[in-house]
């Protein structure tokens, strides 16, 4: 099964700009919260559960919840296993960038290149700001750096 990141990420971007429409209300732990949006993957054993929701501010964010059927032997009962992920707005980017990378990798057994390291440029030495440790105990080494010379 192929995986189309440019996707996933429209999909974040379109969350994140769509209207609040179809809103349905939540009651937990008596607090309101806004339902705005659902999906549901059946994967097997697991269901995922991503649901969009408003905060009191208005601000949408996402809870992922992977839920598995199990079996408890003591009371002899089905119950469900369930692991839930919030991410808020301003981390779907980096999110989806990292899973994008970790999935790539898991495809195609290849790291991704690491960009390569930006030169840092070297500031001149200020004699007022740049001070060693070595300078801190000696009032002279900072009075000569200081003087004007004509």
């Known amino acids: 099964m192929e995986i189309n990141y440019k996707n996933i990420r429209k999909s974040m971007e379109e969350l ?8 349905k209300t939540d009651h937990f732990a008596g607090q309101d919260r806004q339902e705005i949006f659902a999906e549901v993957v059946r994967a097997g054993k697991r269901t995922y559960f991503f649901d969009v929701k408003s905060t009191r501010a208005g601000e949408y964010y996402l809870t992922i919840t992977e839920s598995k059927r199990r079996f408890n032997n ?35 057994g290849k790291a991704p290149e690491e960009p390569e390291p930006v030169a840092e440029i070297q500031a001149e030495k200020d004699p007022h700001i740049d001070v060693e440790f070595e ?16």
């Not at 994140?16 to 809103?23: A, D, S, T």
């Not at 839930?84 to 195609?108: R, V």
Request: hydrophobic content about 25%; charged content about 40%; glycine content about 6%.
């Open 16 to 23: 994140e700009n769509k209207e609040k429409e179809n809103v």
């Open 74 to 108: 003591d009371q002899g009962k089905f119950f469900y296993e369930k692991h839930k992920l919030f991410l808020y707005k301003e981390d779907f980017e980096k999110f989806a960038n990292g899973l994008s990378t970790t999935i790539e990798f898991i495809q195609t």
């Open 135 to 150: 300078d801190l105990g000696t009032e002279s080494s900072a009075t000569e750096d200081t003087e004007v010379k004509d």
